[in-house]
């Protein structure tokens, strides 16, 4: 499996970049918001990637973000969803977006990514609400209490939504770690004040 690329840009198109690796030269397939992101002709650049393999093709897709990349992945699971319509996706705006998006039920918001109509909007949504772990960003910088309450309630399997509410539920609350979990699991319990 190739999981990334790092090298000298070659070629730029409309949805990929050719990469030389130590004089091979890779192609991959990259959303317009990565494509943006990297340098022209002659610069030198990092992806991650995804080798997705048909019985007929190795295409190479690549990221400038893991995030992204996560994203991506995420959207191959729904069924009606192929590698196309998952970097459409994936690149149509910013992950924490997309997230709320989704979690929001915005069809009419989803549908406007070219290649995905109101369909497969609505099987995204389905498929997808409360399953998209909200980015550390979206809930705190690293360090933060927020953060660290984030990850202490993922260490106990609670789902990204979940979370989420929790979070903000007990932002701003000045206290132990401790404390704030079992505010927060309280909160799961009864739904109430905590």
């Not at 549908?111 to 909200?134: D, N, Y």
């Given at each position: 499996?190739?999981?990334?690329?790092?090298?000298?840009?070659?070629?730029?198109?409309?949805?990929?970049?050719?990469?030389?690796?130590?004089?091979?030269?890779?192609?991959?397939?990259?959303?317009?918001?990565?494509?943006?992101?990297?340098?022209?002709?002659?610069?030198?650049?990092?992806?991650?990637?995804?080798?997705?393999?048909?019985?007929?093709?190795?295409?190479?897709?690549?990221?400038?973000?893991?995030?992204?990349?996560?994203?991506?992945?995420?959207?191959?699971?729904?069924?009606?969803?192929?590698?196309?319509?998952?970097?459409?996706?994936?690149?149509a705006m910013p992950a924490d977006a997309l997230r709320q998006a989704i979690q929001?039920?915005?069809?009419?918001?989803?549908?406007?990514?070219?290649?995905?109509?109101?369909?497969?909007?609505?099987?995204?949504?389905?498929?997808?609400?409360?399953?998209?772990?909200?980015?550390?960003?979206?809930?705190?910088?690293?360090?933060?209490?927020?953060?660290?309450?984030?990850d202490a309630l993922a260490g106990l399997g609670y789902s990204a939504g979940e979370?989420?509410?929790?979070?903000?539920?007990?932002?701003?609350?000045?206290?132990?770690?401790?404390?704030?979990?079992?505010?927060?699991l309280r909160y799961f319990a009864e739904g109430a004040p905590a």
């Open positions: 499996m190739i999981a990334g690329l790092e090298g000298v840009i070659v070629r730029r198109g409309g949805d990929y970049v050719v990469v030389n690796v130590g004089g091979v030269h890779y192609r991959a397939s990259v959303s317009t918001q990565t494509l943006a992101g990297l340098g022209a002709e002659g610069a030198q650049v990092q992806l991650s990637t995804y080798l997705h393999v048909r019985e007929d093709a190795l295409q190479l897709y690549g990221f400038r973000s893991a995030e992204e990349q996560e994203l991506f992945e995420q959207f191959l699971n729904v069924s009606g969803i192929g590698p196309k319509s998952a970097l459409a996706l994936a690149g929001a039920g915005n069809v009419d918001l989803l549908k406007r990514v070219p290649g995905i109509g109101i369909k497969t909007a609505q099987r995204l949504v389905l498929e997808l609400k409360g399953k998209l772990a909200p980015g550390i960003v979206a809930l705190g910088p690293a360090g933060s209490p927020e953060a660290e309450l984030a979370i989420a509410a929790a979070v903000s539920y007990l932002r701003g609350v000045d206290l132990p770690l401790e404390e704030r979990l079992r505010r927060a």
